[in-house]
C-alpha cells in the first residue's frame, strides 16, 4: 500500500494509523509505503534543506508501531530521514534548537511536553521493537516517489544469500507504459 500523507504532515508532526487507513487499506502482511513530501528536502533535490530532512520531518509514535505489528505489515518505507520521529532518536540530543521547536509544536498540538510524549520506552522504537517481528524498514525513499500511485515490488536479497536484511532492490511502477527504477 502507498499512502500520501504530505497535506496533513508538517514538521514535527506525528502520522498514526487512522491517517492511514483513511486514505488507503492496508492488509495484513502488506508493504507500506508512506510519502510525507519531505524527500523534497534531501540533499538530491533543488529545495533541499538536510535539517528538515533529517530532524524536522514527521514520524509514528507508540500507536503506529502497535498497529503495524498487529498487521504483521512486511516492510514500512518512508521517504525521510528515518523511519522514527526524529525527536525520538538520539537526534534530540544533537540538535537542542529544534528540539525546542519540537517541544512548542508538541505542547500545542500534542497537549504534552517533548520529554513526556517520547518517554524512554518509546525511544527509537521503529528501530528496536520492529526488527524482532520482522518488520524493517526502508529509509531515505526519494526520487520521483511523487509520481507512485498503486504498485511497489520489492525482492529481498536476503534468501538468495547471507546478507543483511536491509539488502532489497525497489521497483516502483507508476501509472505510465513502462516503470521506473529506484
Known sequence: AIVDLSDVCGDYDIYTSRMIEERVEVKEGDILIIHTGYHHFGWDMPTANEVRYMVMHPGPDREFADWAKAKQLRWIGVDCGSADHPMNTIIRDWMPRQARQAEKVFKKKYGMPLADYFDDSKYQLMHLEMFPFSIIHAECLGGEIDLLLYTVG?????????????????????????????
Open 154 to 182: 520489492f525482492a529481498s536479497l536476503r534468501r538468495l544469500v547471507d546478507t543483511d536484511p536491509a539488502t532489497c532492490h525497489a521497483t516502483l511502477a507508476t501509472n505510465v507504459v513502462g516503470f521506473n527504477q529506484v
